[in-house]
Every structure is written in structure tokens, then in C-alpha cells.
Nanobody, 125 residues
Framework: QPRLVESGGGLVQPGGSLTLSCAASGFPLDNYAIAWFRQAPGKEREGVSCISSIDANTNHADSVKGRFTISRDNAKNTVYLQMNSLKPEDTAVYYC??????????????????WGQGTQVTVSS
């Protein structure tokens, strides 16, 4: 049974850092493009960062460029999201998703096939 499990969320002060993990089981993560999405209360889900399967090329939303880094460890079947210089507006539930594509995208026409259950990130003093 394909499955994604996120971990690493929590409460952090503004300016702090967190690293989220997305562990896959039941399918080979290295064949999939992986994206991190987030959804804050009352807001639509938005793409945050993604990484392609074929060349590990990455894309980031403008709101997180220079602060977030996405990486993958195919040997561990895990993708990471390193989040630095966190801001209160980064508060959201973060989800990882896997799509059977070479390249990643936040385009609405992309269908990400597998989703995790989400992990809460709260940035507050």
C-alpha cells in the first residue's frame, strides 16, 4: 500500500528553523516528483517547494525562495524540507505529495497521486 508520512512539524519562534521529513513506503520515491504543499486556516492550499525525479531540479514559491530548501535521499526513500527564517505567515499544515512525473510543478493540471496526512507548523512567539 503506497504511503507518505510527514514528520518534523511543531512550534517555533519567528526566525527559527524546522526540517520536515516525508517518508515513503510501498513505492519507489526516486521515480516520483515530490511536492510540499501547505494550507493555513481559511486559505487555499498552496504549493511551497517541489523536486523533480529525473534531475532533482527544484522549484519554490516566491514566498519561500531563499528560506526553504527541498532535497531527497532516494536511498532512504525520504524527502526533506529545510525551513529557515520562519515567519508567522508560514504557519500552516504542511503536506507532501508524490506524482508520477519527471518534473515537478504546482500547476493545477498536475495530479499528485499520493498524499501524506500533514504535519502542523506553527510560527509564533
Amino acid at each position: 500500500q503506497p504511503r507518505l508520512v510527514e514528520s518534523g512539524g511543531g512550534l517555533v519562534q519567528p526566525g527559527g528553523s524546522l526540517t520536515l521529513s516525508c517518508a515513503a513506503s510501498g513505492f519507489p520515491l526516486d521515480n516520483y516528483a515530490i511536492a510540499w504543499f501547505r494550507q493555513a486556516p481559511g486559505k487555499e492550499r498552496e504549493g511551497v517547494s517541489c523536486i523533480s525525479s529525473i534531475d532533482a531540479n527544484t522549484n519554490h514559491a516566491d514566498s519561500v525562495k531563499g528560506r526553504f530548501t527541498i532535497s531527497r535521499d532516494n536511498a532512504k526513500n525520504t524527502v526533506y524540507l529545510q525551513m529557515n527564517s520562519l515567519k508567522p505567515e508560514d504557519t500552516a499544515v504542511y503536506y507532501c505529495a508524490a506524482g508520477d512525473y519527471y518534473y515537478c510543478s504546482f500547476d493545477s493540471r498536475y495530479t499528485y497521486h499520493y498524499w501524506g496526512q500533514g504535519t502542523q507548523v506553527t510560527v509564533s512567539s
